[in-house]
């Protein structure tokens, strides 16, 4: 699988478990995760906000 067929597939994957649906016709890999993230308020996902990650900044659920 390529790097392109591997973020089309999560972007549906992704699309999937927030609208439970299949995706638009016609949008794939960085189109979708664009239309589902634009005009939603995510002010605590640093990532959006940075090109960089540190290891700090990774919250691991359960992680104490």
């Known amino acids: ?9 999560e972007a549906r994957d992704l699309w ?3 609208k439970g649906g299949a995706p638009p016709c016609g949008l794939s890999g960085s189109a979708l995760i664009d239309a ?3 005009g939603s ?3 605590g996902y640093e990532r959006l906000h ?3 990650l ?7 659920p359960g992680a104490r």
């Open 16 to 18: 999937q478990a927030m």
């Open 1 to 9: 699988m390529t790097r392109e067929q591997h973020i089309d597939q």
């Open 50 to 52: 940075s090109p960089f």
């Open 36 to 38: 589902l993230v634009s």
């Open 54 to 60: 540190r290891d700090s900044q990774i919250h691991r």
């Open 41 to 43: 308020d995510i002010p």
